[in-house]
């Protein structure tokens, strides 16, 4: 330093300098300024930090609105003995909610050690975590290693769900978010205790295989519950969260191998875990038991027929309930409901093991192909094939049967749509998707019911192996023509209940049309029955008593009584294409309608029946309970209405138990047990039914082909009644046999089998004991058997004035068929020689001429024979007297002798010649009455 004088004096002018002050002077206040700026950048920063965070909290739900529980369960189905049969969920909805007392310790802590490690010190937010994860940022330039806890993992799944999807974001959303997830956490350990914490996160988060919490998980790796899983078995599930794709155990069982190493690592480190259980769960080979269970469990389960039934009949009901089909939809698949079902899994087990069995079914079993392709042309084109073109090209090429689609075998069928794509792929491209649909012919279908309550019991929706959920199923969706099932519910049930009529009341099985101007055709070929009851027409299902029977009643009535026996396939006036089509007509009687109907409905009628005339609506479940706890649709008392009379439900019972004695469904009798039922076959055998019940169930069965082929004869057309005795004859094996109630107002009388009516003594001579509701026993006597004068012309009773009256005994159309042709009984049965005949004199005496001739001609033709014969004989005693005679003569010893014998000779040759000529006579008028109607048959013939 320079100390001296100059150096000081030069010091002290400096300091006295007015730029260096100045300067100085400008240095402090821009220091100040400086500082000022910094302090207010500061104040600034801060203000504007704490504005940018309170911007953030400001938009953070509030406390009270949030819930950290997980949404989207599974829904599952249960039988009525509480057995799980189906789960259904829809993506992001397999979950199945535990609590923390079902969850194994060692699942819990697993969790902890690989995720949160400090889970049970922080208060939401691991600060300890957030500056390791920013010092191995900083340090490697790699920012990805987590700090979020599982408190904030929860928030982030169930709070703040919208953003998470949300991915492609910049830095600025990622910190806000990140500010109120750790804000929340905070927040939400303040409110609820880390065990709820920890329960919520295990049943939220997503461990892969479209499984989501740890129960779900559990089922689908193991195949058992959570609480039974072994450490080893935890520790794969907690290795999955971080990557459910990476550390998926079934496509990546190495990954998770690896980093459930991790885990137990971690759990030793920390304390969860001993040593020895350390080394027990790392030599445990897991892997090979997942393999094994997802073989079995596999990635989809095809629910059953009876399943795919309640899901649509719960749809239905919760939209009627007041949801939305959205909502509805929702809550069926991601509700977390609980389906109490009515399927009984024993009854089931039987239908389907009797259904599924080849050996019931005839030989000759077909195959119906669906066949559906999509073909990619070489210029990018796609071009879409149907079953309908495939069946048009078979045609085209040669195929003349009837229904191309119909293989005897499958390996016809693959054959056929190898030649086929062949001849598809020749203008080139290539097959891009495909669909094979083959079911063997002919079909079925089985609906069993407990009459009593209403609860269908069992459902078979078709042969051969279900492929898909929620395909067609044959016993509640597929409407088919009922056939002669119907005859007891359109017809039988409204006569005897409302009409008027007994099972003894009378029709005659003769020639009838119905109002079109159609015959109506009998089942069988072997003419006519003649005089039948209602009890005859039921037993062996003649088809046109039961159409006189409607006619008598009107089918309006029968329509009516359909409708309340809860049929919803009918029609009364619909339009079809621009006509007008009903149900309200004759065909009725015999089961044919516009629709068809379903074997659901049909067997419910039949209940109904069997339940004393009471139809309870066919129900599938009892109650379904939500998520919470809360029954949402009860159905434990279904809607009931007494559609017909106890008597009425009584007599068609009893009627139908002859059905399958000595009627068209005996085969049916397995024996032991009291049964009552109807057969049904449409008259081009498309569709054949049997319907009927003991005192415990009912069960309807159908067959017939898909493709409304008609069935072959013997077996096919037997397959019904076959199905029907194997299923409810197992059923009933350890049931007591009980007899059909009999109720109080039944009782029985002796009537006249041919007319239905109270016997004439000593002319009805066919008796019969039936049943009758009382008060409708009846009063009149019989108007069948009559005995008195009969017009000899035409066969009827005698009018006061008929020329032709002859004594004698008669059979005369029963009253109630002689008024379906809109006569009156005795005007059906009288003789036309009534006084409208001889209002005119002239006219009538020549009718009365002719009809004498008709009489005389009738009467020789008829006597022809008798008449005939009765000469021959006498002819042949003739001429033996003839012979003795002549003998006698040549031997006589005298003259007196001789004498005797040639008056004897004399006589006979006299008796001889007047039969010869009598017999010629008759031969002659015999021939030319036989040439007469000859030519009358020629002459009308060319008419």
């Not at 709820?196 to 295990?202: A, D, F, R, V």
């Not at 039944?746 to 239905?756: F, L, N, P, R, Y």
């Not at 049943?771 to 009149?780: C, I, K, L, R, S």
């Not at 005007?827 to 001739?853: L, Y």
């Amino acid at each position: 330093m320079n100390y001296g004088k100059r150096g000081a004096a030069r010091k002290k002018k400096a300091l006295r300098s007015k730029s260096k002050k100045w300067g100085n002077r400008f240095a402090l206040s821009f220091f100040k300024v400086f500082l000022c700026c910094v302090i207010a950048v500061g104040v600034l920063g801060i203000c504007g930090g704490l504005g940018f965070v309170k911007g953030i909290l400001s938009s953070v739900p509030d406390m009270s609105n949030i819930d950290v529980s997980p949404s989207g369960f599974s829904t599952f189905i249960y039988d009525s003995q509480g057995n799980q049969t189906a789960k259904l969920d829809a993506e992001g909805s397999n979950r199945v909610p535990v609590s923390m007392e079902d969850i194994p310790e060692d699942l819990a802590h697993a969790f902890v050690a690989i995720e949160d490690e400090r889970f049970y010190e922080h208060n939401g937010i691991d600060l300890r975590g957030i500056l390791r994860a920013a010092y191995v940022g900083l340090t490697s330039g790699n920012f990805s290693e987590g700090a979020s806890t599982i408190t904030q993992q929860l928030i982030k799944n169930n709070v703040l769900t919208t953003w998470t999807s949300e991915s492609e974001r910049g830095f600025a959303y990622k910190l806000k978010r990140k500010i109120q997830e750790q804000y929340l956490a905070v927040m939400l350990e303040q409110e609820m205790d880390k065990d709820k914490i920890l329960e919520n996160y295990m049943n939220t988060i997503n461990l892969g295989q479209n499984t989501l919490g740890v129960q779900a998980a559990s089922r689908r790796y193991f195949g058992k519950n959570v609480w039974d899983l072994s450490l080893s078995e935890c520790t794969v599930i907690a290795a999955i969260t971080q990557n459910p794709s990476r550390y998926n155990p079934i496509s990546h069982p190495e990954d998770n191998a690896n980093r459930r190493e991790d885990v137990l690592d971690k759990m030793l480190e920390q304390g969860w875990i001993t040593q020895g259980e350390y080394n027990e769960a790392l030599a445990d080979d897991v892997y090979s038991r997942i393999q094994t269970v997802n073989q079995e469990t596999g990635e989809t389960q095809v629910n059953s027929y009876f399943v795919d039934a309640v899901t649509e009949e719960v749809m239905e009901d919760l939209q009627a309930a007041g949801y939305s089909e959205t909502q509805a939809y929702s809550l069926l698949y991601a509700g977390g409901l609980k389906i109490y079902t009515t399927q009984d899994p024993n009854i089931q087990a039987i239908a389907d093991e009797v259904c599924s069995n080849e050996e019931n079914y005839p030989d000759g079993t077909t195959w119906y192909l669906d066949y559906q392709l999509t073909i990619e042309r070489d210029n990018g084109e796609t071009e879409n094939f149907s079953k309908e073109m495939l069946e048009t090209w078979m045609e085209e090429n040669g195929n003349t049967s009837k229904y191309p689609l119909l293989f005897s075998s499958q390996d016809d069928a693959n054959a056929t749509i190898e030649q086929y794509k062949t001849h598809l792929l020749e203008s080139g491209g290539e097959v891009i998707a495909e669909k094979i649909s083959m079911t063997p012919q002919p079909q079925i279908s089985m609906t069993i019911e407990d009459q009593s309550t209403g609860y269908v019991v069992a459902i078979v929706g078709g042969r051969g192996a279900k492929e898909a959920n929620r395909t067609l199923n044959r016993a509640t969706s597929t409407p088919r023509q009922p056939g002669s099932t119907f005859k007891i519910v359109s017809t039988y049930a409204p006569a005897l209940d409302s009409a008027g009529l007994t099972l003894a009341d009378v029709f005659v099985d003769a020639p009838f049309n119905y109002d079109s101007g159609r015959p109506v055709s009998n089942w069988y070929s072997s003419g006519y029955r003649g005089i039948c009851s209602l009890r005859e027409g039921i037993a062996d299902s003649l088809n046109i008593i039961a159409v006189k029977t409607l006619t008598y009643i009107s089918p309006r009535t029968g329509y009516d009584y359909l409708m309340n026996f809860g049929f919803t396939t009918l029609t009364d006036g619909e339009e079809i294409n621009g006509q007008i089509f009903s149900d309200v007509a004759q065909p009725l009687a015999l089961g044919g309608i516009t629709h068809g109907v379903t074997n659901l409905e049909l067997n419910a009628a039949y209940a109904a029946i069997a339940n004393k005339g009471t139809y309870i609506e066919p129900t599938l479940y009892t109650k379904v309970v939500d998520h919470d706890g809360n029954v949402i649709l009860d159905n434990t008392q279904p809607a009931s209405r007494q559609v017909i009379k106890e008597s009425t439900a009584f007599l068609l019972t009893d009627a139908m138990v002859d059905v399958v004695t000595t009627g068209t469904g005996a085969s049916v009798n397995f024996g032991g047990m009291s049964i009552a039922g109807k057969t049904g076959t449409t008259s081009d055998y498309n569709d054949v039914w049997f319907s009927g019940y003991s005192p415990y169930y009912t069960c309807t069965t159908w067959t017939g082909y898909d493709n409304n082929a008609k069935l072959a004869a013997g077996g096919e057309r037997n397959l019904a009644k076959t199905l029907w005795r194997a299923a409810m004859s197992k059923i009933h094996e350890n049931l007591e046999n009980k007899a059909f109630e009999v109720p109080g107002d039944i009782v029985t009388a002796t009537v006249c089998s041919k007319s239905g009516k109270l016997p004439i003594e000593g002319l009805c001579s066919e008796l019969k004991t039936e049943y009758f509701a009382q008060g409708t026993v009846p009063t009149e006597t019989c108007d069948v058997h009559y005995q008195g004068f009969v017009c000899e012309y035409s066969g009827l009773k005698a009018t006061d004035q008929c020329p032709f009256k002859v004594p004698g005994t008669l059979e005369l159309t029963p009253s109630m068929d002689a008024t379906l042709s809109g006569n009156v009984t005795q005007a059906a049965n009288e003789c036309p020689h009534n006084a409208e005949f001889f209002a005119d004199p002239n006219a009538a005496a020549a009718v009365i001429e002719q009809q004498q001739q008709e009489i005389n001609a009738r009467n020789l033709l008829n006597n022809y024979d008798m008449q005939m014969a009765t000469w021959q004989a006498a002819l042949q005693n003739a001429q033996a007297a003839l012979t003795a005679a002549q003998q006698q003569a040549a031997s006589a010893a005298d003259e007196a002798s001789q004498a005797a014998a040639q008056a004897a000779i004399a006589q006979a040759q006299q008796e001889i010649d007047s039969l010869t000529e009598q017999i010629t006579a008759l031969q002659n008028a015999y021939a030319a009455q036989q040439a007469q109607q000859a030519a009358q048959g020629t002459a009308e013939g060319t008419q």
